[in-house]
């Protein structure tokens, strides 16, 4: 049973800092990628950023770029989010997803985590 839990989330000022986790597990992730999207009340889904598990390669949507860094540790089969200069824009329920075809399209996602809330408020 494949599994991705999401953690890291919480309440931060504006222009603090959040590192979310992304625990994957339940099947081999080599051949996939590991995208992070987000959600505020009220909105769709979107994109932030993506990883393929076995380049390394990135993806960022354009409202992250320069302030969000996307990474894998293969050993621990686990993807982050490092967020930096957060703004209150930001603030949504962001979730973790895995996709076995090359796409940043919310519907490509195979699987998904239960998300973990980020709130950037003063």
Do not use: H
């Not at 895995?98 to 980020?118: E, F, H, K, R």
């Amino acid at each position: 049973q494949v599994q991705l839990d999401e953690s890291g989330g919480g309440l931060v000022q504006p222009g603090g800092s959040l590192r979310l986790s992304c625990a994957a597990s339940g099947r081999t992730f080599s051949s996939y990628v590991l995208g992070w999207f987000r959600q505020a009340p009220g909105k769709e889904r979107e994109f932030v950023a993506a990883i393929w598990w076995s380049t390394g390669n990135t993806y960022y949507a354009d409202s992250v770029k320069g302030r969000f860094t996307i990474s894998r540790d293969n050993a621990k089969s686990t993807v982050y989010l490092q967020m930096n200069s957060l703004k209150p824009e930001d603030t949504a329920l962001y979730y973790c997803a895995a996709s076995s075809i090359s796409t940043v399209l919310a519907a490509g996602y195979d699987y998904w985590g239960q998300g973990t809330q980020v709130t950037v408020s003063s």
